[in-house]
């Protein structure tokens, strides 16, 4: 990549934000299609986010992704929202255009790509038990009802905040969907267990070694899909899943996806996800399993 005086600047916003694996497939995708534009990632403490994201418009960015504990804070700060993320309450990409900050929500669509294009699941008529109420359980919790699921039950450790997810997707989905919550400490049963054909981890457990188990996998029904959204490594869930021959994706693609809807929409091109995903996968290589 040669960096010159008409280089189209993106990045992302985060705190902590070293850990994130967006530049270096937002780059590779740049790359491919021999595009002058750069990625990189932006530390983004709280107080200085209104700051951060003025300077978008003042530096003549195209856009830049935005990730914790920014999401949801980010929306005062924007000029329109997308239908989804005024739907989540949540951008994980904001994008420049005619004087405008426009702020979307990719995370739920990646999350659907992933499962249906490279898990072969299709959420349609499912039963679907989600672990988790923060940023990407909301996420994927609207993306799986608008896909047609037929079932959403939701846990989370804290109560209250399924109760929040609850109220706002009943607020939009009425009576699309059968929506319920179930008490954390209650899905380690057989009977919630056999009702489940789409287990969703999206908390964030799995990501440290010592992280316990959430789920017994001795429950896990053998119709079952289990899709982990943490992508920093193999988690205990998935490789129980693994063990047990049930289909199961981690987190990698959807992270590829929803940056490559974020790629689209700052440069209006197909992303080139075989690249994207390429360069993904030397990462996962060095992943700790
Ligand atoms: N693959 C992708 O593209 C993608 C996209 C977004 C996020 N993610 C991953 O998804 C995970 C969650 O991210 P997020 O943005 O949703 O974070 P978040 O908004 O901070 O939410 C974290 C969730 O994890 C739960 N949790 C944390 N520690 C727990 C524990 N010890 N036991 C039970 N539940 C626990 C929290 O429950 P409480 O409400 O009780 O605190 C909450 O539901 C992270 O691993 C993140 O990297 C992946």
Not at 66 to 81: F, G
């Amino acid at each position: 990549m040669k960096v010159s005086g008409e280089t189209k600047i993106i990045g992302i916003f985060g705190y902590p934000v070293t850990h994130s694996l967006s530049p270096l497939f937002q780059n590779a995708a740049f790359e491919a299609l021999g595009l002058n534009f750069v990625y990189l990632p932006f530390l983004v403490k709280p107080e200085d986010l209104k700051g951060a994201v003025e300077s978008i418009k003042s530096l003549n960015m195209v856009g830049v992704n935005v990730t914790i504990p920014h999401k949801k804070k980010v929306l005062v700060y924007l000029d329109e929202l997308s239908s989804e993320a005024k739907m989540m309450g949540a951008v994980n990409t904001i994008c420049y255009r005619d004087g405008k900050l426009i702020g979307y929500n990719t995370d739920g669509k990646g999350f659907i790509s992933s499962l249906t294009k490279e898990g072969k699941f299709n959420p349609q008529g499912k039963r679907a038990l989600i672990l988790g109420a923060g940023g990407a359980a909301w996420a994927i919790s609207f993306a799986l009802i608008e896909a047609g699921v037929k079932r959403l039950n939701i846990a989370n450790r804290t109560i209250k905040k399924a109760e929040i997810l609850l109220e706002r997707l009943k607020e939009f989905f009425q009576d699309k969907c059968e929506i319920t919550l179930i008490d954390f400490d209650k899905v380690n049963s057989s009977i919630v267990m056999n009702e489940v054909d789409l287990l969703i981890n999206a908390t964030s457990v799995g990501m440290h070694p010592e992280d316990s188990l959430l789920i017994n996998p001795e429950l896990l029904a053998p119709h079952t899909f289990v899709y982990d959204v943490v992508y920093n490594k193999k988690t205990k869930l998935l490789k129980a899943a693994e063990d047990r021959n049930l289909p199961c994706l981690g987190g990698l693609g959807m992270l590829v996806y929803q940056g490559a809807y974020s790629f689209e929409i700052w440069t209006h091109k197909k992303a080139p996800l075989k690249e994207m995903k390429e360069v993904l996968k030397e990462q996962e290589k060095c992943f700790v399993t």
